[in-house]
């Protein structure tokens, strides 16, 4: 949030109503300055008082980020696969777990650095932290 320059800074200013007396305690300044170094904290506690979004199934597209399996006692890997997913406004970091079959997709993608697409619930399990929940529909985009 706001710009990168470290001397940047932002300057609010406000002024009463004329029609309105001012309050009895009228050491409220009028303006104030935030400094770069509140930016980031301002976007967190921005983010933490919006109000959370409903959960519902949506369909997303994005890369494989990163590989985490493991063998199952068939010797097929399944496991948790880290996305990025492209969004409207920034690319999210997000888990899922795989099964067998589409672990193999996954695999396939990442190595061609391609797109996937699936449907699931994403859920926000810590501050930055995210996982698709109940996925299903897994595919690679360039599958016919």
Same mark, same amino acid.
């Given at each position: 949030?706001?710009?990168q320059?470290e001397r940047?800074?932002l ?13 009895a ?7 104030v ?6 930016f ?18 949506? $369909?997303?597209? &994005?890369? !494989?980020?990163s /590989?985490h399996?493991?063998? =199952? *006692?068939?010797? $097929?890997v399944? &496991?948790? !696969?880290?996305? /990025?997913?492209?969004?409207? =406004? *920034? ?22 650095g391609?797109?996937v697409?699936?449907v ?10 995210r996982?698709i ?12």
């Open positions: 949030m706001g710009p320059d940047s800074a300057s609010l200013t406000a002024t009463w109503s004329r029609t309105l007396p001012l309050p305690a009228a050491e409220t300044p009028s303006s300055r935030l400094r770069h170094d509140m980031s904290k301002i976007g967190r506690l921005a983010a933490r008082l919006r109000p959370p979004r409903p959960l519902r199934k949506s $369909r997303f597209i &994005g890369l !494989v980020d /590989l399996g493991a063998p =199952d *006692e068939r010797g $097929r399944r &496991g948790e !696969v880290q996305l /990025l997913l492209m969004n409207q =406004d *920034e690319n999210i970091k997000a888990r899922v777990t795989l099964d067998a079959d589409d672990y193999r997709k996954a695999l396939e993608a990442h190595g061609a391609g797109f697409t699936l699931g619930t994403l859920e926000m399990t810590g501050e930055r932290t996982r929940v109940d996925p299903t529909k897994f595919r690679c985009l360039n599958e016919e």
